[in-house]
């Protein structure tokens, strides 16, 4: 039965007022254009919906149970509407957010704070992993949104894939507690100290024996870590020093102080998002989260 939602509330709206005229005034309908649509519902059901008596007219007991149905879908419409009003202002809704190693270690808890307290009726998941993967489940569909990050001159692109810098996280150089060269440190001046990089080509490690090279040396590595707590712990331990983005120090290990290097390039902090892939609500909020988190830090 193909019925349009108009009879159905015209229908109720005489249940309710309890004569066709009546109806007609409230609808800003003629009682003509009210009777004729009463006929057409009429016509659809296959059976009379209304009859006449001396007051007005009374809904006759098939035109009971359309106007019970009608009703209940109208209840049905109005929560829709209201659960969409939701959606669209950000009230409710879903988003993952897939995240890398070094900023769950650090901001991810930040993060997830403020988008509970500003949002708390949107679903919130996340994935943390290395960039690769990151990527799969950004094409995958498997989050919405993802961090990641590059160099200025190691550029991440992914196809199909758009990103967003939002944030510069500054290349900071780590030392054991109370090392010291007396004023500013210069790359040209730590020629003769030993190194903890990290291993597998990876991007700082690329872009750090870059600059010592145009500062007219070549690093003496000692180790090649997997990560930069272990960095830390063998800086800790007097090693040798090392470099790292000053986003994974928020939580410096004792014996290891954190020393500003401006001759090394920022790590970019990028939001990515499918290129083909309209924005939500809920993923706008994030992005917007996100945004005022990394903006508050650089103010302080």
């Known amino acids: 039965m193909d019925v349009e939602l108009s009879l159905l509330k015209l229908l109720v709206e ?13 609808l800003m309908f003629t009682p003509s254009a009210v009777s004729q649509q009463v006929k057409r519902l009429e016509a659809i059901v296959g059976t009379p919906v209304l009859e006449r008596h001396a007051r007005g007219v009374r809904l006759t007991e098939a035109g009971r149970l359309v106007a019970a149905r009608a009703a209940a879908i109208d209840t049905q419409l109005s929560a829709l509407r209201a659960d969409l009003d939701d959606l669209l202002d950000a009230r409710s809704g879903h988003v993952t957010l897939g995240v890398f190693p070094s900023f769950a270690a650090s901001l991810l808890p930040d993060v997830m704070g403020a988008f509970r307290s500003a949002h708390p009726g949107i679903d919130l998941g996340i994935r943390s992993s290395r960039l690769r993967d990151l990527h ?18 190691l550029p991440m692109v992914v196809d199909d894939v758009e990103t967003e810098v939002i944030a510069d996280d500054a290349t900071v150089l780590l030392v054991p507690a109370g090392w010291s060269r007396g004023g500013p440190v210069l790359l040209e001046s730590l020629a003769d100290e030993q190194w903890i990089v990290r291993a ?27 990560d930069y707590m272990e960095s830390q712990a063998m800086v800790a331990a007097g090693l040798g020093l090392t470099v790292a983005p000053a986003m994974t120090t928020r939580y410096l290990r004792d014996g290891v102080d954190s020393i500003a290097l401006d001759e090394l390039s920022k790590r970019r902090v990028l939001l990515c998002r499918l290129d083909q892939r309209k924005a939500t609500p809920a993923t706008d909020a994030m992005g917007s989260v996100l945004a005022a988190l990394f903006a508050a830090m650089n103010s302080t």
Not at 14 to 26: F, K, Q
């Open 136 to 153: 799969a489940m950004l094409l995958g569909r498997e989050v919405d949104l993802s961090l990641a990050w590059d160099y200025p001159e």
């Open 14 to 26: 005489i249940d309710c007022s309890g004569s066709m005229t009546a109806a007609a005034e409230r």
């Open 200 to 226: 597998s080509q990876h991007p700082i490690t690329t872009m750090f024996r870059s600059a010592c090279r145009r500062a007219g040396f070549e690093p003496r590595v000692l180790v090649e870590s997997n």
